[in-house]
């Protein structure tokens, strides 16, 4: 069975930078996983923010940006707000099905 | 811009069959673009991606619960469903639907729990 794994938590100053990574138990993501992240807040359905690696919804604010890096997908916030503090997953593609990453817990403090 | 909603009952118990449908709005459910899935998040736990239908009706579903699981669409109705067999107290969940286009898990509805309890 496929598993995505994630970094458990995170703590982050408030203007800090951060980088969640998700990783693939059949070895190094590339493009071709499509990888997508999401944040989730308490209570609220996942929010979309990133897609086919890079690319941003027209909704997703500009300090965050995706990218591969040393074998897994990554999703870097630069210049983090308090309302960042949420928790977010990974989701990739494998030939016709979606496996999400078990998600990371970001706190800002 | 796409709007799902999901409906169907709350409380469901063990040994049935949970039944869910999700209303979409703001587009076609026949659009060569879209891709119509469900996925589910066990209370404090994370999410887990269940199954994808296409417009033609082609599914996909998550391996671990492929016995279980059926996704159908309607499209006179602009929806699609979700059906789970012989569920547990494991299947209790907020259930979500969603919209893949192409590559891009956009849009979600609000969700529904689904207990599962006798």
């Known amino acids: 069975q496929t598993v995505v794994t994630q970094e458990p938590s995170l703590t982050v100053s408030p203007g800090g930078t951060v980088t969640l990574t998700c990783a693939s138990s059949?070895?190094?993501?590339?493009?071709?996983?499509?990888p997508n992240w999401f944040q989730q807040k308490p209570g609220q359905p996942p929010r979309a923010l990133i897609y086919?690696?890079?690319n941003k919804h027209s909704w997703t604010p500009a300090r965050f940006s995706g990218s591969l890096l040393g074998g897994k997908a990554a999703l870097t916030l630069s210049g983090v707000q308090p309302e960042d503090e949420a928790d977010y997953y990974c989701?990739?593609?494998?030939?016709?099905?979606?496996?999400f990453g078990g998600g990371t817990k970001l706190t800002v403090l | 811009q796409l709007q799902l909603q999901e409906s169907g009952p709350g409380l469901v118990k063990p040994s049935e069959t949970l039944s869910l449908t999700c209303t979409v709005s703001?587009?076609?459910?026949?659009?060569?673009?879209?891709?119509w899935g469900w996925i589910r998040q066990p209370p404090g736990k994370g999410l887990e991606w269940i199954g994808n239908?296409?417009?033609?009706?082609?599914?996909y579903y998550n391996p671990s619960l492929k016995s279980r699981v059926t996704i159908s669409i309607d499209t006179s109705k602009n929806q699609f469903s979700l059906k789970v067999s012989s569920v547990t107290a494991a299947d209790t969940a907020v259930y979500y639907c969603?919209?893949?286009?192409?590559?891009?898990?956009?849009?979600w509805g609000q969700g529904t729990l689904v207990t599962v309890s006798s």
């Open positions: 989701l990739l593609y494998y030939g016709g099905a979606w496996v």
């Open positions: 969603a919209v893949t286009m192409v590559t891009a898990l956009s849009y």
């Open positions: 239908i296409y417009f033609s009706g082609s599914t």
């Open positions: 086919s690696t890079t």
């Open positions: 703001g587009g076609s459910i026949s659009s060569s673009s879209y891709y």
């Open positions: 059949t070895g190094a993501v590339t493009s071709g996983y499509y």
